[in-house]
């Protein structure tokens, strides 16, 4: 069956990734103390004020996850480039695209462990009040995400092989996610207060369209990036 | 070496281009001469309404230029012409500076009309990040060597570029709306919309002649690059 070759390449090359990053820790550990660093400072230039805090909260955190998740992407692409193991893992054979896959879940797996120790620090220093849908909030979160993997992933893929990778990555990515933060941040803003509007399912469907649209469009337009 | 020669030979004939030059800045003075005789002050901005006959037009033309970009990236990926890079990279380059004049000129006809230079309203916003975008696209080609990398990664960050303009302005539309409808001949008075279409036309002229005289530019960098190239592994 092809396409199940194709799915065990894709899991290869994401356990590939996460065991790297869990042998070695200090990539994980430097990225999210970064995300934390953010917060912190946020909160001392928008603090003490403690609703002043709650309301910039959504925002703080996003910003945190934004800024953060761009190294994590160089990095994933770098490791490769050092150790000169892209071209030989390009030579492997099976579809290019499973190298995309592989990729992107192995990111989105280290985002997520990022995400959960940004957020839980998020909440604490931004006394952020749970809400009853929490659930929903989650599932924001988790499409914003998955935005921002999707297209990290794909820029980081030429912006680590150019000069001048650390400005290009962002200078890329960060234009491209203003849907993605928009809607992330407003629906979660909403899904935060009473959302009497119920403005956050509209949102929501946003951030579900743009995370299928851009995931067809990398996909396709991956082949064309990775040729060597 | 004949085939760098020849290679320049190809690039467009120049007594025709000095002619667009003189052509498209004629038709603009005259353009501008003409609507900014023959419209009325505006009942409630003045004078300030001829800011119009650049902006509009500029705002088009931007959008344009990016859609040439889109056209071209996705012709580049398919065909593999080196022209085709070029055309995407020249009209990306005339795109944003025509999208930094329309932001340039809402500021400055923003200010005494709404009190404020900036403001963030959805399409002044959804400019911004098309400005942006088309900012990234031309860092990454300054920072990428090898032609053919350079190629076909700007093509696909154009191509993605491009598709992510409508949900960028949808996006920001949900978010905030305060900008007037878009000035199109169908929302104006008519004493206005001759001269907005006879601008429309001129700025596409100049458009076009921008991105012509850039693309020979292109192609003589490229041939210049490539007789580098044959110098230093010792050709003549």
């Known amino acids: ?228 | 070496m004949p085939t760098n020669d020849r290679s320049l030979d190809s690039s467009l004939p120049r007594r025709t281009g000095i002619w667009l030059a003189f052509a498209c800045f004629a038709v603009l003075g005259a353009a501008q001469a003409y609507s900014i005789s023959n419209s009325p002050a505006e009942g409630d901005m003045g004078h300030l309404q001829k800011i119009m006959y650049v902006h509009v037009p500029a705002a088009w033309m931007t959008f344009l230029a990016f859609f040439v970009v889109l056209v071209f990236s996705v012709l580049y990926l398919w065909r593999r012409r080196e022209a085709y890079d070029l055309i995407a990279a020249s009209a990306a380059e005339v795109g944003a500076v025509f999208n930094g004049l329309t932001l340039a000129l809402g500021m400055i006809w923003g200010r005494p009309t709404w009190g404020v230079w900036w403001t963030w309203d959805a399409r002044l916003t959804s400019t911004l990040v098309l400005f942006l975008i088309f900012i990234g696209y031309l860092a990454l080609r300054g920072f990428v060597d090898d032609p053919g990398q350079r190629a076909r990664w700007s093509a696909a960050v154009g191509i993605i570029g491009a598709i992510n303009v409508p949900i960028v302005y949808m996006s920001v539309m949900w978010w905030r709306t305060l900008h007037q409808q878009p000035s199109s001949p169908s929302t104006l008075d008519p004493a206005y919309t001759l001269g907005l279409r006879l601008n429309a036309i001129a700025l596409l002229l100049v458009m076009i002649y921008f991105i012509r005289r850039r693309y020979e530019i292109a192609r003589l960098e490229r041939a210049a690059e490539q007789a580098a190239q044959m110098a230093a592994m010792g050709g003549r």
Do not use: C
Request: no cysteine; net charge positive.
């Open chain 1, 1 to 228: 069956m092809a396409w199940r070759d194709d799915w065990r390449r894709v899991r290869a090359i994401a356990r590939k990734d996460v065991t790297t990053e869990l042998r070695a820790k200090a990539g994980f550990n430097s990225v999210a103390s970064l995300g934390v660093t953010i917060l912190i400072l946020l909160g001392l230039a928008l603090g003490p004020d403690a609703q002043a805090l709650r309301d910039a909260a959504v925002g703080a955190v996003w910003l945190a996850l934004l800024f953060s998740g761009v190294l994590a992407f160089n990095r994933s692409f770098q490791v490769e480039l050092e150790s000169g193991a892209l071209e030989p893992l390009l030579q492997y054979p099976g579809p290019r695209w499973t190298i995309f896959a592989g990729k992107l879940l192995g990111n989105l797996i280290f985002l997520t462990l990022m995400v959960t120790i940004v957020v839980a620090v998020g909440v604490v220093l931004f006394s952020v009040r749970i809400p009853s849908r929490w659930p929903t909030l989650l599932g924001v979160l988790a499409l914003g995400v998955v935005g921002l993997v999707v297209l990290g992933t794909f820029y980081a893929s030429m912006a680590s092989r150019s000069r001048a990778r650390e400005v290009l990555l962002p200078l890329l990515l960060f234009p491209m996610l203003v849907p993605v933060l928009v809607a992330a941040t407003t629906a979660s803003k909403a899904l935060l207060g009473a959302d009497l509007m119920h403005d956050a399912d509209a949102w929501i469907r946003l951030l579900a369209a743009y995370d299928v649209i851009f995931l067809i469009a990398t996909f396709l337009a991956f082949e064309h990036v990775i040729e060597a």
